[in-house]
């Protein structure tokens, strides 16, 4: 992805954001927060190509404070319900992201969801037969609330930021324009290099 290239552009649709910040016991974690939407090509491509192999592969998720807000450029509508930029599956797809969110922990809804943005449409069982990971709880909140009430606090999220475009990122809880854009192609070199500057610290096989 090239910087100003690779996103999805707002269109006249304007977010804001402050990441959450959590601190866990076993380690020094750095926040990064994801705000994204669920058929955005740009998103689909950094989770699965930049941020899933950095978390995942490498193993960088237990030095992290990871945030995912599905959410992106949506907005409300005149009649009150949430429009997503890519229509009303997007929607959907964002729902489905956000109940696994509240449903699992960050290390198996990162799993989930990168495997999820891999397909145009919703493939949950597909995925969680694959990895392997229980998703009852996930089609239980899907399927008994509105989309409008799933959203809201992502949505809530969203407007605390300001942005043209997804992906948006938000490093040590600080949104660049330019780094976010920065970190859609170098994504693991920036948050070793800045882990390292900020803890004093080398992550094992940080360059």
Excluded at 35 to 47: D, K, N, R, T
Excluded at 150 to 157: A, D, P, S
Excluded at 158 to 186: E, Q, R
Aim: glycine content about 4%.
């Amino acid at each position: 992805m090239r910087a100003i290239v690779f996103v999805c552009l707002l269109l006249g649709w304007v977010g804001v954001a402050m990441p959450r910040r959590l601190r866990g016991p076993q380690a020094d974690r750095l926040p990064v927060t994801l705000y994204y939407e669920a058929l955005c090509p740009y998103c689909m491509e950094f989770v699965t190509t930049q941020l899933s192999p950095s978390m995942i592969r490498r193993g960088r998720l237990p030095f992290t404070d990871l945030t995912l807000v599905p959410y992106g450029n949506a907005r409300i509508d005149e009649a009150g319900n949430v429009a997503c930029q890519h229509g009303e599956l997007e929607c959907e797809l964002n729902s489905w992201h956000a109940c696994i969110l509240e449903h699992h922990d960050i290390t198996s809804s990162l799993k989930l969801i990168a495997c999820l943005m891999r397909f145009k449409k919703n493939r949950l069982d597909k995925c969680a037969d694959r990895l392997k990971i229980d998703v009852t709880d996930v089609k239980n909140c899907k399927n008994t609330r509105q989309v409008n009430d799933i959203l809201k606090k992502y949505g809530e999220e969203t407007a605390k930021i300001s942005f043209l475009g997804v992906p948006a990122i938000a490093l040590d809880n600080i949104y660049d324009a330019n780094l976010s854009a920065n970190l859609t192609d170098n994504f693991d070199s920036i948050f070793c290099a800045t882990y390292k500057e900020k803890f004093n610290k080398k992550l094992f096989n940080c360059q």
